[in-house]
């Protein structure tokens, strides 16, 4: 959510913003928004002005009484009941006035990074970094729902059975190779100096729409019936509703954490070839990493968050590279974002498995997460990113370090989280 005092002091800016993101539905919300805002605050000066004159007419009543001036004193009198009832109805239409507002304000896009390439959706995303050498075998890589067959590694029939399309049992040594990931992600985290958290996987509403657009909301979260709470889709949910309603000391600041969580998504939408397997799934795990800090510090965090996703991939022979999100692709609470793709041989291409966002103070906004020093108390800012999802990395380890008998190489920094196992051997 932006600032209500940038609204004010420049909406074309924030129309702009919003043409930027190719929103222009959105745009009324502008002029809705200065309207409902001028109002509150017109409400809040014939407040301010019938709760002085209280004062002032409650010392007439009292003097006109002590002077025998009944009559009088029951006219002032009347009128402090008459302000009375005005005040009350003003405070009524006050807090109307300021829901409406704030739903608003929560539709307008945040201000997007002057470094963000405008462009419609993700297919105008611009390349940034490579990191290790794209490799194509000299034999044909398969579809990676084949490879896991091979080693019996996965069972979706049974899957489907127990739960439906979208979801998966990893068995035998892939089971192991996805937590031997997901522990080595926390560890290397850990050793970056984040703090290890494991989250609450079910959030309620207030901290769902603190944390996300409604669009996203929407075609994200999985409701529990007949309860306000919701399936988190990734840590972050949970990680920065933790601090909703706070206001932390400067000098805690900046926070770092990387939280483990299984995550839920509904994943609407046309699922091609490329997104049966593990690829587009219902339910899977994640290990992220959360920043809290001072505004001066966010884009230094920004930056070497998803170098550390990137260092993680290159220590495990994985070829990456680094796309900037254009402006029609970021979430409505994003100020910049980058994708990390990693490289497929089979496709010939890479695909993504990680992202990285700064949402300034969009979300801190919504949830009342701020932080006091010395020069008084400010909105945080928040920035979350993938350190590693198995599910789409496993596809790209398979295809990156298998051979042409089938089996697959685990690399060093791995082995010790897979009891020294060097090789997976298929067992089909």
Known sequence: MIDIALLRSDPDRVRRNIEKKFQHQKLPLVDEALALDEKRRALQ???????????TLSKQIGALMREKKTEEAEAVKAQVNANAARLSQIEAESEEVGARLKAVMMRIPNIVSDD???????????????????RVPDFEVPY??????????????????TSGQGFYYLVGDVARLHSAVLAY????????????????????????SGVMSFEEMEGMMY????????LIGTSEHSMIGRFMNTTLDEKQLPLTLTSYSPCFRKEKGAHGI???????????EKQEMIV??????SEMWYDRMWNYTVELFVSMGIPVRTLECCSGDLADLK?????????????KKYFEVGSCSNLTDAQARRLGIRYKGEKGSSFAHTLNNTVVAPPRMLIAFLENHLNADGSVDIPEVLRPYMGGTEKLVPRK
């Open 45 to 55: 000066t014939e407040g301010d002005v019938l709760r002085a004159a209280r004062n």
């Open 116 to 134: 963000t390439p405008v462009g419609k959706d993700d297919s105008e995303n611009v390349e940034r970094q490579r990191f290790l050498e794209p």
């Open 144 to 161: 990676h729902l084949d490879i896991l067959e091979r080693l019996s590694g996965i069972d979706l029939d049974s899957a489907r059975r």
């Open 185 to 208: 992600a926390r560890d290397f985290m850990i050793n970056k100096g984040f703090t290890y958290c494991i989250p609450p996987f079910m959030i309620r509403s207030d901290v769902v």
């Open 223 to 230: 409701k529990i019936e007949g309860e306000d709470l919701y």
């Open 274 to 284: 490329e997104e049966r397997g593990i690829y587009r799934i219902h339910q899977f």
């Open 292 to 297: 809290i800090c001072k505004p001066e510090e």
């Open 335 to 347: 100020y910049r974002s980058v994708d990390v793709e990693a490289w497929s041989p089979r496709q």
